[in-house]
């Protein structure tokens, strides 16, 4: 069977305001994946390995010591259970969150990672 392959990428703004676009996440789509890159102002000065990232069907919720500090809305459907991420200390004490978001419906386009940030995002 012969699958036609595409690759997407682009930036979105990681803000709840409607006027400012930080370009803090970074998005590249294939057919059975997105590897996202997130560089959320509002995390300057966390170090890294104080973050963790939970995982649903729908959201990604970023952690900082333990408690959630900003989530998201995903364009797509996930499998939670075959994501992952990675975090790093970035320049400017910014850190860097990398994560591998699995489809659910392979081969489905979202267009984008960030359908919508949520309302419980305290930064």
């Known amino acids: 069977m012969l699958y036609e392959t595409f690759q997407l990428a682009g930036y979105q703004s990681t ?5 400012v676009d930080d370009k803090g996440c970074y998005w590249v789509e294939n057919e059975n994946d997105l590897d996202v890159t997130l560089q ?22 970023i952690t900082a ?13 996930s499998d939670p259970d075959d ?3 990675i975090t790093e200390d970035g320049e400017g004490m910014m850190p860097i969150v ?9 081969g489905e386009r979202w267009g984008g990672f960030i359908l919508d940030v949520g309302e419980d995002s305290i930064l």
Do not use: E, W
């Open 15 to 19: 803000s709840r305001i409607p006027n």
């Open 40 to 61: 959320i102002p509002g995390l300057r000065g966390q170090p890294a390995a104080s973050l963790s990232v939970l995982f649903s069907t729908t959201t990604v919720s």
């Open 65 to 77: 010591f333990g408690r959630v500090v900003y989530s998201v809305i995903q364009m797509g459907f």
């Open 83 to 85: 994501c992952s991420f």
């Open 98 to 106: 990398q994560m591998n978001i699995k489809k659910r419906d392979v």
